[in-house]
């Protein structure tokens, strides 16, 4: 089974940038998709962003120019680069692994808040 920690998130003002680490404790190269999500309070989550094995990675339009997803795979790290943060960007984040196929099952950080001031 994999862990996987989310760091990085924290309080930060309107127009600044911030990046978020998640570290797995395990090689999950051999698993089909790499997301992160974020969730409102009282909403569901929703997807921010995925990356396939052939580094072909999709954006919710919302975070478009803004955001960038990275994974590397020698060190089992995948990182979220935000930047011209909104207050609505503001909220939980979680990191995904897809690896139902391969491992029986899908894994999940448990989240790492971002802040934004107006």
């Known amino acids: 089974q994999?862990?996987?920690v989310e760091s990085g998130g924290g309080l930060v003002q309107a127009g600044a940038s911030l990046t978020l680490s998640c570290a797995a404790s395990?090689?999950?190269s051999d698993c089909s998709g790499w997301s992160w999500y974020l969730q409102a309070q009282g909403a569901e989550r929703e997807r921010v962003a995925v990356t396939i094995p052939d580094g072909?990675?999709?954006?919710t339009e919302s975070?478009?120019?803004?955001?960038?997803?990275?994974?590397?795979?020698t060190k089992n790290t995948l990182t979220?680069?935000?930047?011209?943060?909104?207050?609505?960007?503001?909220?939980?984040?979680y990191c995904s692994v897809e690896?139902?196929?391969?491992?029986?099952?899908d894994y999940w950080g448990k989240g790492?808040?971002?802040a934004i001031s107006s």
Do not use: I, P
């Not at 072909?56 to 954006?59: F, L, R």
């Not at 975070?63 to 795979?73: D, I, N, Q």
């Open 2 to 4: 994999v862990q996987l």
């Open 26 to 28: 395990a090689d999950t």
């Open 56 to 59: 072909y990675t999709v954006y």
């Open 63 to 73: 975070v478009k120019g803004r955001f960038t997803f990275s994974r590397e795979e």
């Open 80 to 93: 979220l680069q935000m930047k011209d943060l909104k207050t609505e960007d503001a909220t939980v984040y």
């Open 99 to 105: 690896c139902n196929r391969t491992h029986g099952m």
């Open 112 to 114: 790492t808040r971002v």
